[in-house]
C-alpha cells in the first residue's frame, strides 16, 4: 500500500528552528508537497519538491531525497504564527495526492 | 471574492436531513477536488472533476452525491448521513495540467456534525 509517515506532534520554542521529516512510500513518485494548515482554516501551499535537494524560500526550506524515500521541512526563526499543522503528500504514479496525516507544531514563547 | 469559497462554514444536520455543501472558485482553474478531513487521519480525496467531468470516486458512499454544473462551482449534495461522517469537508481547486506544481488551492471547509 502507499504510505506517508510524518511525526504526530512537535513543539519548539521562539526563534529557534525545527525540522519536520515526512518519509513516503508510494507507487511512483511525481513530486512532494507541503502545505500549512492553522487551526479552522484551508491547508495553504509551502512547497513543492520534484529533484533530489534543498529549495529555499525565506524562512522555510523544504529538502528532497527520492532514492530514500524522505523529504524535511525546515522552518528558521520560529514565530508564534508558525503554531500549525504542517501536511506532506506524495503524487504519485497516476498523479493521485497521497497525504500524510499533519505535523502539529506547537511554538512556545 | 478570491481563491476558493466554501458554504455553510458550519452545518449540523440529523441523520434523516438532506442538505448541499458549495464551493466556488474564482481563480480559473479547470480541475476541483472534493476531500474529508477527519482529526489526526490523513486527507481523504472523495471525488475529482477534471473540464467537468468526474475522474475519480474513490469508493465515497452513495450517501455523498457531487455535482459539478460548470468549472467554477462544485457541489456535494448529503443525505441520510452517518455520525461518523462528522468531518471537515474541504474543496480545492488547480490547473491541470500546469507544466509545474499543480499545486491546489484550498477553501476554508465545510464542518459538519451529523447527529
Known amino acids: 500500500g502507499q504510505n506517508i509517515d510524518q511525526p504526530t506532534e512537535m513543539t519548539a520554542t521562539e526563534g529557534a528552528i525545527v525540522q519536520i521529516n515526512c518519509t513516503y512510500q508510494t507507487s511512483g513518485f511525481n513530486g512532494l508537497f507541503w502545505y500549512q494548515q492553522h487551526a479552522g482554516e484551508a491547508p495553504t501551499f509551502l512547497s513543492y519538491n520534484v529533484l533530489d535537494g534543498l529549495e529555499e524560500k525565506g524562512r522555510f526550506s523544504s529538502f528532497l531525497s527520492r532514492s530514500k524515500g524522505y523529504s524535511y521541512l525546515l522552518l528558521k526563526e520560529l514565530q508564534m504564527k508558525d503554531s500549525a499543522s504542517y501536511l506532506c503528500?506524495?503524487?504519485?504514479?497516476?498523479?493521485?495526492?497521497?497525504w500524510g496525516a499533519g505535523t502539529k507544531l506547537i511554538i512556545k514563547p | 471574492e478570491t481563491g476558493v469559497t466554501q458554504t455553510p462554514r458550519h452545518l449540523v444536520m440529523g441523520m434523516t436531513n438532506k442538505k448541499s455543501l458549495k464551493c466556488e472558485q474564482h481563480l480559473g482553474h479547470n480541475a476541483m477536488y472534493w476531500y474529508k478531513q477527519s482529526a489526526k487521519k490523513p486527507l481523504e480525496l472523495m471525488f475529482v472533476?477534471?473540464?467537468?467531468?468526474?475522474?475519480e470516486n474513490n469508493s465515497v458512499p452513495s450517501r455523498f452525491s457531487p455535482e459539478c454544473p460548470n468549472s467554477s462551482h462544485l457541489f456535494l449534495h448529503l443525505h441520510t448521513l452517518q455520525p461518523e461522517d462528522s468531518a471537515l469537508y474541504l474543496c480545492a481547486s488547480s490547473q491541470v495540467p500546469s507544466g509545474g506544481a499543480d499545486e491546489q488551492y484550498f477553501g476554508p471547509g465545510t464542518r459538519l456534525t451529523v447527529t
Open positions: 472533476y477534471s473540464l467537468e467531468e468526474r475522474v
Open positions: 503528500a506524495v503524487l504519485d504514479s497516476n498523479y493521485q495526492l497521497i
